[in-house]
């Protein structure tokens, strides 16, 4: 049987332990390391990325350099705004995310902006426009990151300045970031139920080329305390943690099959995991098949996943540059 050939980008921060990202790399196409944060006046925060492309280039993986409108608080509006409306400023940006990736040898940049003011679109277009010309003339890629959208004017801050046509248009390939329906201070759900994720990946096709977009696929889940009240924060976990805490905690675990995810209650009922496994991921794989997708991109690989690899590597040949 002719497997297919797929992308697959996975993100890392740099702190990721040595034999995790070393077990991983043969599985990705890209390792994405997170993230070179931008500043008010185009300079850029330093990360320790050195170890990470150097293992990347050793199984052939090819590094590419994340920049985002983050800051201590999280991702930052007046921030990007301000930049989007300076060109001056922009120009000194984009000058210094070249000049990182030429020096640190990156094969390509992703641009991860979010939180963008739906008054900043047009900015944040011409913004894409001029910083793709700019890598493509120095041999780079360019990735960007998209918001869950299901439809074009979705209202939201998340979603109205980010323009999946035009993005289709100018970025090498588009990362749909299809998670975070349940999250953190959210209620307790599915981080990535099927149905929503293919409403995304189905309006997404619309818009952009299915051979440049990479669906994204979450490797962690949550634990929320119950009952679940508004403002509490629920605990991240690894898919790998949350099988081990059912079978310590000696309880079944449950799948539903609108959201092809599993999950389990334990503690008498006082603390519900939503989380991934075998059957989600085969699931969402099943998109990339459908639709016909350049392939995924995991957020994020600091966590070991067997079943996760396994599949991959039963279903598809990783592509390599």
Do not use: C
Not at 68 to 92: A, C, R, W
Not at 115 to 121: A, F, L, R
């Amino acid at each position: 049987m002719n497997k297919k050939n797929i992308i697959v980008n996975g993100y890392a921060y740099p702190f990721i332990e040595t034999n995790t990202l070393e077990k991983t790399l043969p599985y990705l196409t890209f390792l994405t390391i997170f993230s070179y944060h931008i500043k008010p006046d185009g300079s850029l925060t330093f990360i320790e990325d050195e170890n990470l492309i150097a293992q990347a280039k050793t199984q052939n993986t090819m590094p590419i350099m994340a920049v985002t409108n983050m800051d201590e608080n999280g991702f930052d509006s007046e921030l990007i705004h301000n930049i989007l409306s300076n060109n001056e400023v922009q120009n000194t940006l984009i000058n210094n995310i070249l000049e990182v990736a030429m020096v640190k040898n990156y094969y390509g940049v992703n641009i991860d902006f979010e939180y963008i003011s739906p008054d900043d679109k047009n900015l944040y277009n011409e913004f894409i426009r001029k910083i793709s010309n700019i890598l493509h003339q120095n041999n780079f890629i360019l990735i960007t990151s998209l918001a869950p959208k299901s439809s074009e004017n979705q209202p939201g801050i998340l979603y109205e300045a980010h323009d999946y046509k035009f993005h289709g248009k100018y970025a090498d390939y588009i990362i749909l970031m299809t998670y975070e329906w349940g999250y953190s201070y959210g209620p307790p759900m599915a981080v990535a139920p099927l149905n929503q994720v293919e409403k995304v990946v189905r309006y997404a096709v619309k818009e952009i080329p299915s051979e440049k977009t990479l669906m994204g696929i979450p490797n962690y889940g949550y634990d929320w305390k119950l009952p679940y009240e508004k403002g509490t924060k629920a605990e991240s976990l690894g898919n790998e943690e949350a099988i081990n805490l059912a079978i310590s905690k000696q309880t079944p675990i449950e799948f539903d099959e609108i959201a092809m995810a599993p999950y389990f209650y334990y503690d008498n009922n006082s603390h519900i995991v939503w989380f991934e496994d075998a059957r989600s991921i085969s699931a969402k794989l099943n998109l990339v098949d459908k639709y016909n997708l350049a392939g995924v991109s995991y957020w994020n690989i600091n966590k070991w996943f067997t079943q996760n690899y396994m599949i991959l590597n039963v279903r598809y040949n990783i592509y390599k540059i």
